[in-house]
């Protein structure tokens, strides 16, 4: 294998996920049989977008580390994502010059009408350029806005935390409620880490970098964002009212991480744009009719990155602020550069020191341009050529249908109490799904499916979206996401010359349910090739411990005793101390617990070998013996016979 092409098996190498952009479709004829979306009761794709999105965030997604084929599993949501670093140069410093390519095979195509889907199409066909950005979901007839009326685009330089959301939908304001269409804009790093950009105010106390600002916007990784006047990409000659015009208008963000590395980002790219449906009451006919709202879905890329000493990483780009994002360079302060080149719009090839990296999709881009009609299998990318001659082939479908939808949710609860179908007691060996095929000569094939997964302790019940006619009951939906149909990973086999075939199986298993129901739990049982068994247990209790790792148990067989197991406590519930702590304003912070929210860590007991080992932040400290950021002053570890 090519020395300069590696996987996220690397050290420091993480996963990210990025989406793509643009529309591609696949007409349907008839052989899906998938309900509608019970959101605003239409064959569109449910408008509200908590639903669609809640558990993929990268906070929620916390991986294990990736292998030789790029490979990463969230072992909480489920999530398959595969993150591949081709090029990769090495210099002076330890900011990135490097081109990686991502693809979440657990996203699903996206409907669009009664016939057709969709996924976001990419400059990579069915993979996407993986880079840092910030991303939010919008009323495409108003792009990236805030709810100050008297200077809507200033997306950045909010001056109230009333203005964070921005309003309701701007042709049907009844029929469309801010959060049915709005996703807040969220850093994404492909490495991991970033978060939802939560507005920042004295009041919460979170400590920000005495330098720069002034600093508006904080996350839980403790990242600072100040504000950019003017995005790069902005035409001012663009038509009035065109996309073009509405997409550039607004303000980047300049963030700083706590390392602090500096981001630039203020290169707008267009990631999709999907419609979505409601019902409004027409006063002049006494009917309820259909209103439709197209969701667009922007990101703003980095022209620079630059490190606390000087060093710097810039990108150039060539793509309109309505278009899919197009990288044509990267290049560094120490001289190292990497091309990239383009045929009708797709990418076709890397150059870095003289060697080209070569993609192939399945129909030759010199025929069939970008566009976002083109039908989806029709541009897979299907090989990565190296230097060296060796590839990565990739086959089979990259994308599933929408997964099931749970009709009348509010109706009949009985479905809280579904079990999801435990892949790890099922003996089979044959896989079918996306393949991968290695330079190695090593495959590997990835099994996904629906599992349901969810919350407990959900609050505030339901309620009705859009409109109904006087004296028709309408079909209600939970005000907070309580539980719902996602693709997971349900098994991997890896097999090739020499080799004994790998197995690994995974099930997933959520206690789901409104409030009183409380200290609910999402667990994961993973099967590996040696028959070992871990169980993975999350907490899932609304606004409490959602998204933490409560504990993790590892048995030699599925039927022994744990031979070890760790438990770890977090400063959830009653604030002692300081913490939990709210990092900043959030229109529904408590939704979002996990992005809004320091938890710090308290303990962990590990039991090993009838030994127990301990580390616990002490309680000497007035209350706990944490910093401003959550971050331990003073611990103690001991170990001790396990009782």
Partial sequence: MDKTMKTTATKYRKNGSTNGSRIQYWIVLGVLTVSPPCFAQSAVQGVDLRYDTLLKRQDRNKTIPGNEFGDQHGIESGSLTFNVVDVDIPGNNKLAVEFRRTLVATDTLKRINDQAFAYPATRLGDWAISLPKIEGTFDAA??????????????????????????????????????????????????????LLVYYSTFENMPVPSSGGPYRWVTTSHDAASCIATLKNRNISAPNGSSEQIFGRGEGYLVVRPDGTKYWFDWMALESSLPS??????????????????QATLALYPTRVEDRFGNWVTYTYSNKSNEAVKLDKIQSSDGRVIDIAYVNGYLTSVTANGRTWLYVYGTDPAISPFHPLVPLFTMPLIEVRNPDSSSWRYSGASRSPPAPTIMQPCHDLSWTQRVNPDATTVGDTDFTGYTVDSPSGARAVFRIGPVLLGRSAVIHGCYSPGASAPGQTSNQVPRHFLGGYRYALTGKKVTGLGLTPLIWKYSYQSDIGFAPMANGTTRTKVLGPDGALDTYTFGNTYAVDEGLLLSHTRAATPQ??????????????????????????????YDRVPATFLRPKLSTTKVLQATQFRWAVDTTCSGRCLDALGRPTRVTRSSAPNP
């Fill in 142 to 195: 108003v792009g990236w806005i805030t709810s100050d009326s008297s200077r809507p685009s200033m997306n950045c330089s909010v001056t109230q935390r009333g203005f964070v959301e921005p309003p309701p939908g701007q042709q049907y304001p009844d029929a469309f409620r801010a959060h049915m269409f709005w996703n807040p804009p969220t850093v994404h790093y492909p490495e991991g880490g970033g978060g």
């Fill in 560 to 589: 022994a005793q744990p031979l070890q197991s760790e438990t770890h406590t977090y400063a959830t519930g009653a604030v002692v101390g300081g913490f939990p702590k709210l990092i900043g304003f959030f229109p529904d912070a």
């Fill in 277 to 294: 449906k409601s019902t409004a009451y027409n006063t002049a006919s006494g009917q309820i009719v259909e209103v439709p709202l197209q």
